[in-house]
T-cell receptor, first 113, second 108 residues
């Protein structure tokens, strides 16, 4: 099993609140990713990181921000949540090179009222 | 950029074989992955191809032709638990780009 964790698993919050979705992995992977996925829809990459102090925006524009201060930790923050942010957020990680299977965390299902 | 196409839905009978095709046009290629995703869950890794040919893992096989930008995932001896979405993903130097997924429904 993959050692990648996300908290909280479920979050219901009001509009305008600041939230941070946590993602941690204990595999020492250098690359980490955040995806957004609506029910029955495709995965959209919103942020990724090559390593510590590296962050990049993904293919889908997002109002969220990320940080990578430690290898194992890649939190995602929404400064002011809106109903349009309601979605599932999946964190993933992998090694550079080789077969480099990408492991996914269990996801955070966010509902903004 | 990346353009990855796969059928939206497929239906098959328990015990049968289903083949899910994936075509891609990408700016870089360092391998192709297949993932399985059950509703409401995270994707899980099924297979990886970087060279042309067939990779077999139990009931699941995956094929790649780099010159044709084509892959398929073959599911044999279908079971009810195989009902899920199957995602084709192409890796470039930095990240995976996912197709929209193929929802497979297995009927008794």
């Amino acid at each position: 099993e993959a050692d990648i964790y996300q908290t909280p698993r479920y979050l219901v919050i009001g509009t305008g609140k600041k939230i941070t979705l946590e993602c941690s992995q204990t595999m020492g992977h250098d690359k980490m990713y955040w995806y957004q996925q609506d029910p029955g829809m495709e995965l959209h990459l919103i942020h990724y990181s090559y390593g510590v102090n590296s962050t990049e925006k993904g293919d889908l524009s997002s109002e969220s921000t990320v940080s990578r201060i430690r290898t194992e930790h890649f939190p995602l923050t929404l400064e002011s949540a809106r109903p349009s942010h309601t979605s599932q957020y999946l964190c993933a990680s992998r090694w550079t090179g080789g077969t480099s299977e990408q492991f996914f965390g269990p996801g955070t299902r966010l509902t903004v009222l | 950029g990346q353009n990855i196409d796969q059928p939206t839905e497929m239906t098959a009978t328990e015990g049968a074989i289903v083949q899910i095709n994936c075509t891609y046009q990408t700016s870089g290629f360092n391998g192709l992955f297949w993932y399985q995703q059950h509703a409401g869950e995270a994707p899980t890794f099924l297979s990886y191809n970087v060279l042309d040919g067939l990779e077999e893992k139990g009931r699941f096989s995956s094929f790649l032709s780099r010159s044709k930008g084509y892959s398929y995932l073959l599911l044999k001896e279908l079971q009810m638990k195989d009902s899920a979405s199957y995602l084709c993903a192409v890796k470039d130097d930095y990240k995976l780009s996912f197709g929209a997924g193929t929802t497979v429904t297995v009927r008794a």
